[in-house]
């Protein structure tokens, strides 16, 4: 199993970002995914997941709605578009496989740095 995350970076507050999850070696779309955050200093902070087919999708509170996950099972690439983004969303952001329960994750990936700030 192997999971890429991809599109982190330094944006002002305000701005957004694309993060993609590229995997490989386990079949996609037969789990679901889980986008998972760690600040600067600060424990894992839960940050959305998306079932499989994509048809149910969970956000943490802390998102506010200004964060979309989705997926391209043909493409086996996660994404989490983040608009909005607060100085308090500077963190590492990692993709992570669900096991067979959604409870559960199993791999991850080593994360894209995403720092917002002016």
């Known amino acids: 199993v192997q999971l890429v995350e991809s599109g982190g970076g330094l944006v002002q507050p305000g701005g957004s970002l694309r993060l993609s999850c590229a995997a490989s070696g386990f079949d996609y779309d037969s789990y679901a995914m889980h986008w998972v955050r760690q600040a600067p200093g600060k424990g894992l902070d839960w940050v959305s997941i998306?079932?499989?087919?994509?048809?149910?999708?969970y956000y943490s509170k802390s998102t506010n709605g200004r964060f979309t996950i989705s997926r391209d099972n043909a493409k086996k690439t996660l994404y989490l578009q983040m608009n909005n983004l607060k100085s308090e969303d500077t963190a590492v952001y990692y993709c992570?496989?669900?096991?067979?329960?959604?409870?559960?994750?199993?791999?991850w990936g080593k994360g894209a740095l995403v720092t917002v700030s002016s």
């Open positions: 998306i079932t499989r087919d994509g048809s149910s999708i």
């Open positions: 992570a496989k669900s096991g067979p329960s959604t409870r559960v994750m199993d791999y």
